[in-house]
């Protein structure tokens, strides 16, 4: 499943990053923003990816963004043939480079050319470290939600095929395995595989991949990451009969799920929606289950933008990304949603999953 996106709304995104980044520098009296975290990187060119090292938060190059309109990319000589022929051609950014060896920070300062800036990153000398930055990437530009949509199918699938592909006796690592290899053709990347098997799914809310071979239960969970945006979704599949214990925690946690969801619109305070999703624990009989894991939140640039509590400050934007994930030991819902006036839509869901109390039950094999 091939994504292409029309130059006219790449073009238009990338206006709009830029007067979200003016507006940002004038309200705060600054003359530059310098951004090195892969999140912010991705997010103002609309895509590109400075990131080498996986693990790494911060990339291998910088943008430097002058309240002028200067627009340079530093990095080193290793990474500037990639950044001018593949990242950046055409897009009216320069590129400037040091030796391999040599710290970029001259040459940030030289694009700064005595701006008072601030940055993303700390030990930049004379640079204070940016605050706020994260609010400026909530609301989704429309070739966002094109490409978040086009991710969300994506990642619904892979979690959907390596249920269905999976037998009794294969261990964890291959549930995890297949994940990876549905998403490589795709260029995405996993940023987060947790799959627990029988007892591990009642042990463990974070368990990473084992060893240990599968005999009757399995839950595959993926964050997944292209372009620097996020989709998350959690499914399960059962080797035989459900029992009528297992189901019921289904039926409950698809009610908070419902819950979560059907308040996610634009305008909402986001801890109405939390409030919303913890009275549905008491209503269905797990009062006390929220308190063992986070319930999700905001979605986007990073595999969480924030989580949600009783004390969040924020307010639902037009077009922002949500993954909630409620649990009842034993089971969780977990999706990632669109927030539109019309309501939530859901862009992990996969066209003949089965559905308990309207929410991706166990598939029964």
């Known amino acids: 499943m091939r994504f292409e996106q029309s130059t006219a709304l790449l073009e238009a995104e990338r206006r709009e990053k830029e007067i979200r980044v003016q507006q940002y520098l004038a309200e705060r009296g600054l003359g530059a923003l310098v951004l090195t975290r892969v999140e912010n ?13 996986t693990t790494e938060e911060a990339g291998a190059a910088s943008l430097v963004y002058t309240a002028d309109g200067g627009k340079y990319v530093i990095t080193n000589i290793s990474e500037a043939r990639r950044m001018e022929e593949e990242e950046f051609a055409g897009l009216g950014w320069e590129v400037r480079s040091t030796r391999w060896d040599q710290s970029q920070a001259y040459l940030i300062h030289e694009a700064l050319n005595g701006r008072r800036a601030v940055a993303d990153t700390v030990g930049l000398p004379g640079i204070e470290q940016a605050t706020g930055l994260q609010r400026l990437r909530y609301q989704l530009t429309e070739a966002e939600v094109e490409r978040l949509r086009w991710l969300g199918h994506v990642t619904g699938t892979a979690v959907a095929d390596a249920c269905r592909l999976h037998e009794p006796g294969e261990t964890e690592h291959v549930a995890a395995a ?62 035989g009969p459900v029992s009528d214990v297992l189901r019921r925690k289904y039926e409950a946690v698809a009610a908070v799920d419902q819950a979560y969801i059907g308040a996610t619109r634009p305008g909402a305070e986001v801890r109405s929606i939390f ?44 077009n922002q990304a949500f993954a909630w994930n409620p649990s009842i030991t034993g089971a969780k819902a977990e999706d990632t949603v669109l927030a539109t006036p019309a309501g939530a839509e859901v862009l992990t869901a996969v066209e003949g999953w089965p559905l308990v109390g309207g929410r991706p039950g166990p598939l029964v094999r």
């Open 41 to 53: 990187f991705a997010w103002l060119t609309a895509g590109a990816n400075n990131r080498i090292v």
């Open 178 to 239: 297949r994940v990876h290899e549905a998403l490589a053709p795709y260029g995405v990347t996993p940023a987060v595989v947790l799959v627990a098997s029988d007892d591990r799914i009642y042990r463990y809310r974070h368990p990473v991949p084992t060893a240990k071979p599968v005999e009757r239960y399995l839950m595959v969970v993926l964050v997944a990451e292209k372009w620097g945006l996020h989709a998350a979704a959690t499914r399960f599949v059962h080797f």
């Open 275 to 318: 409030q919303a999703g913890l009275k549905a624990y008491g209503q269905v009989g797990f009062g006390d289950e929220w308190l063992l894991h986070h319930q999700g939140g905001a979605i986007g640039y990073a595999p969480r933008e924030y989580l949600a509590t009783a004390e969040s400050p924020e307010v639902v934007q037009p």
